[in-house]
């Protein structure tokens, strides 16, 4: 693919951190470069504690840990999201409930989300698709009546807000990753951000296998053991000292693929107005981290033919997630509500390539490719 849909993007501090890890002959968890990690995670965002984990699925199995849900107890997930977000709940026996996205956006539409509380509900994951925030305003006025916690699944959320928070502090944890697609990676990584400090003892522990062996290295305790039920959920420092290259260079990462979003929206406008496609809205309590650009195409067979025109022009476009509530998995267990919004955008929605590298001349060859598909509107 001459223009792949994404190529991660390599800062140039990375080997030399890494030499250095090797170095300090220190490469399990929780060693300087995760301790530097943390501390950059917890300044960008501006409040809470960040802790390191080895992907944002583990930051969210740690959160499921957390809010101690349990066999029976209810958690509400939009369907048209990553497995994780709503997998990490399943494995601890809770019973998903699904709830549709925005007519106008894939996040979760949480004027639906009240009608799906019951007596056994403890959690609302928030997924902060693309990086642009939910509505939290009212998801939080939910979560204080009817006393439940809030996840925000923030995979995509870096350096991304919600009326001036960023985003991963607003509800009681967060839940980052630095897979490889993302805008800041480690390749496999993640961090699980504790907002309600009264977390934080135990989120140690939770990273820690269930012991409080953190406790144990501060000098807190003379000894360590088994005190809760964790997981392994911590990194090594080689994903530590690789990750610490890109955070530090977040500022140009992110000045880059705005540019770059910019430039697929204007090439693109035209198109919406024409109502051949739905492009990303930003809706105005929220900041826009070009984590990603899509588009929303009128039918599934329309989908198929521009993503197969682009490859054929050698632009590596792809489409994702799959409804989870019509999943194989889950289907069987879905209450039978329709979800139409979220199977639109699994059949309609269309991810352009985006990475920092990309070049400004591909992505006016994109969106000429694109409006040539739909029969050549004007720029
Ligand atoms: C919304 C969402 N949640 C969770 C994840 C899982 O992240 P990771 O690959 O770091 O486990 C992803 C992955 O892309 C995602 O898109």
Redo the contacts with the bound molecule.
């Keep these: 693919m001459a223009v792949p849909f994404n190529r991660p993007y390599l800062t140039g501090h990375e080997a030399q951190y890494l030499e250095k890890a090797l170095a300090n002959r220190k490469l399990a968890g929780d060693g300087t470069f995760t301790k530097q990690c943390q501390a950059k995670l917890e300044s960008l965002l501006g409040s809470g504690r960040a802790f390191l984990t080895t992907?944002?699925?583990?930051a969210?199995e740690a959160a499921a840990l957390l809010c101690d849900v349990g066999p029976g107890d209810e958690v509400i997930v939009p369907s048209y999201?990553?497995v994780?977000?709503a997998n990490a709940f399943a494995l601890r026996g809770a019973n998903i409930r699904f709830v549709d996205s925005l007519p106008d956006h894939p996040n979760l539409d949480h004027s639906k989300v009240e009608e799906l509380i019951t007596e056994r509900t403890r959690v609302i994951v928030a997924?902060h698709?693309a990086g642009v925030a939910c509505e939290m305003d009212s998801l939080c006025a939910l979560a204080d009546r009817h006393n439940l916690k809030i996840v925000e699944?923030a995979?995509?959320g870096i350096a991304s807000s919600y009326r001036g928070k960023s985003l991963g502090t607003i509800g009681d944890l967060g839940?980052f990753?630095?897979?490889e697609?993302?805008n800041v990676i480690a390749g496999?990584?993640?961090s699980l951000h504790v907002n309600d400090l009264r977390l934080v003892e135990q989120a140690e522990i939770v990273r820690e296998k269930g012991t409080n062996r953190s406790a144990f290295f501060r000098g807190d305790v003379d000894k360590y053991g088994w005190v809760a039920v964790g997981s392994s959920f911590l990194p090594s420092e080689l994903t530590a000292a690789f990750l610490l290259a890109q955070l530090e260079n977040i500022d140009r990462i992110q000045r880059r693929r705005l540019h770059l979003w910019n430039a697929y929206d204007a090439g693109l406008a035209a198109l919406a107005k024409r109502g051949d496609v739905q492009l990303p809205t930003i809706p105005n309590y929220a900041s826009n981290n070009a984590h990603m650009y899509f588009l929303v195409c009128d039918s599934l067979d329309t989908r198929t033919r521009l993503i197969a025109r682009l490859r054929e022009r050698g632009f590596g476009a792809v489409f994702h997630y799959q409804s989870l509530h019509a999943s194989r998995y889950f289907k069987d267990k879905h209450d039978g509500r329709p979800l139409p919004n979220a199977d639109r955008y699994t059949d309609c929605l269309v991810r352009l390539p985006m990475f920092y590298e990309l070049e400004d001349a591909d992505v006016e060859r994109i969106c000429d490719t694109v409006r040539g598909f739909f029969g050549g509107a004007r720029v």
């Design positions: 992907s944002c699925t583990d969210l999201t990553f994780s977000s997924v698709y699944d995979a995509q839940a990753s630095y897979h697609t993302k496999e990584g993640g």
